[in-house]
């Protein structure tokens, strides 16, 4: 008997969200196509059926001639201010209006930077200098900024600084992706403030990837046979689910959709968690639930959720099976 453990919050994220809903709006203003400058989001089967509704993914460059009455949205992650600035010459150029669904969350690390930087603060941002929203930030520092993207980064910074001692004075502003895994950014804040005493800490781990953490945590803690982690492998928060279940004894499998499960892989599962990354649908975290509670006889399913971050149950299933994790398992 599997017992499944549903761990929320899952859904879009606010972010998320509000992107797609600014490519629908923009989209019902225009008569021609919107074209979102790099993918919206990570979801491929969203941005498939954005594209069933005319909004289109697109590499915008210098060839890109955007027909008459259409529009451009800027994603998620957001761009460099230079970036934004093209975009809108672009626009204009051409007459058709410029929308941004960058994520208020990313927004706020960039005003952030932005504010630093003209007080000449230096940077060290956590994350992966190769996500576009790190891309995006570094854009907005006038001043110095320094990407560490893990332990072994972070160690060979704080090495060359160890035998620059004028480098140690310097007034550096720490900050982090929005997605970055919890551990680290307390980790690398601890170990970098006692090297710079100049060192400011803003922890901008955005709340909807901080509780998916740690209710994900709370959930490994209490001991799970297996995990699927639903969501896109270039999905950046997915992947910190992923390597955060790594640190337990927990088979992981991360998918998008259920034709991606090995039912007969998990018949011998005691306890098995579902938990998603912010760019994956309630509607595709229902379908892989209903998958596994067909094939996998007398499961059973319990939800698990951080009681620290106050969430709100974020999914209701019309069969009733979900049961609250205090209630005793049905058979
Ligand atoms: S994960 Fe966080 S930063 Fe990214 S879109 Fe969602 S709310 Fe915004």
Redesign the pocket.
Known sequence: MVKIILIEPIG?????R??IEKAKKIKSKVQGSVYTDGPL?HNQQVLQSLKNEHIFEKKIDISFQPESRSAILIR??GITPERRRWLNTLCHTHHCPLADAT????AHIAAIIRRYSRKGFHFLILGNPDHA?IMGLKGYAETPCLVLQDIPTLHHFLSQIETNPNATSLPYVLLSQ??LDVDFFEKAAQRLGKRLPQLIVHNTI????RQRQLSLQQALKTGLDGLIVIGSKHSH?TQQLVTLAHKFPTAVWNIEHMGEINFSELHALGTLGICSG??ASEQNVQEIYLALRKNLPKSYAVRHHDEGTNLRPTISYSSGQISSSQNTPKA
């Open positions: 879009f994220c606010p972010g998320v509000r992107a989001i998620a992650h994520c208020p969350d990313v929203e929005s997605t955005c709340p909807a990837t928060n912010t760019s």
